[in-house]
Each structure stands twice: as structure tokens, then as C-alpha cells.
Nanobody, 128 residues
Framework: QVQLVESEGGLVQTGDSLRLSCEVSGRTFSGVYVGWFRQAPGKERDFIAAIEWNGYAPYNTHYGDSVKGRFTISRDNIKNMVYLQMNSLKPEDTAVYYC??????????????????WGQGTQVTVSS
């Protein structure tokens, strides 16, 4: 069983930065990824980023097109934490953000169905 606890989001202004964290506990196996997704009201849950949880650097990272160049995912295995650094935030980044753990197959890292464990979600609101 894997448990995920996300940090609090917040209310920020356009252009601000915010870092989310996700504490990962429980047993994981080779091939596991930790991902970040977000869901705005009335919309589907979208992929943001994912990082290979086990293994040595350089480890694989993946990003959704809407956040490339602005968001950075990183990990600290000693602290069992995954971070999502969000820069140059825009109003369209407003959503509930979720971290997730799963074992995505090749080419499936961005699919919500690849992740079996989810955090409780945290609200990020970007004002214009």
C-alpha cells in the first residue's frame, strides 16, 4: 500500500511561483513513477509531470505540453518527497493538483489509468 500526502497549495498572482510537495510512503517496486496531475472545474484530469521514483540519476522525467519550461518535477528519496516547482503561473493553471503513484507502461506515463494511488488533492488558484 502506498500513501501520498500533498502540501497545501495556495492563492497566488499571475507570474508568481509556487512549490508543491508530495510525501510518498509505503513499498514500491522497480518501474514506479510519481506523477502530478491537475483538474479544473468541469474538465478532465490532465497530466502535468512525472518522475521515475527508483533508480539513479539521470532518471526519467516527463512533462505535459502546457507546463514545459515553466514547471519542474524533482525528487528527494531520502526525505521520500517529490516536488513540483511551478514558475510563471497563469490563471489557466488554476486547478486541484494531485500527486499519484503508478507503474506506467511504455508510452503511458501521462495516462491517469496508469496510476493506482492518489493523494487527496490541493487547490492552486492563480489570480489575474
Amino acid at each position: 500500500q502506498v500513501q501520498l500526502v500533498e502540501s497545501e497549495g495556495g492563492l497566488v498572482q499571475t507570474g508568481d511561483s509556487l512549490r508543491l510537495s508530495c510525501e510518498v510512503s509505503g513499498r514500491t517496486f522497480s518501474g514506479v513513477y510519481v506523477g502530478w496531475f491537475r483538474q479544473a472545474p468541469g474538465k478532465e484530469r490532465d497530466f502535468i509531470a512525472a518522475i521515475e521514483w527508483n533508480g539513479y540519476a539521470p532518471y526519467n522525467t516527463h512533462y505535459g505540453d502546457s507546463v514545459k519550461g515553466r514547471f519542474t518535477i524533482s525528487r528527494d528519496n531520502i526525505k521520500n518527497m517529490v516536488y513540483l516547482q511551478m514558475n510563471s503561473l497563469k490563471p489557466e493553471d488554476t486547478a486541484v493538483y494531485y500527486c499519484a503513484v503508478g507503474y506506467p507502461g511504455a508510452g503511458k506515463v501521462a495516462m491517469t489509468s496508469s496510476y493506482g494511488y492518489w493523494g487527496q488533492g490541493t487547490q492552486v488558484t492563480v489570480s489575474s
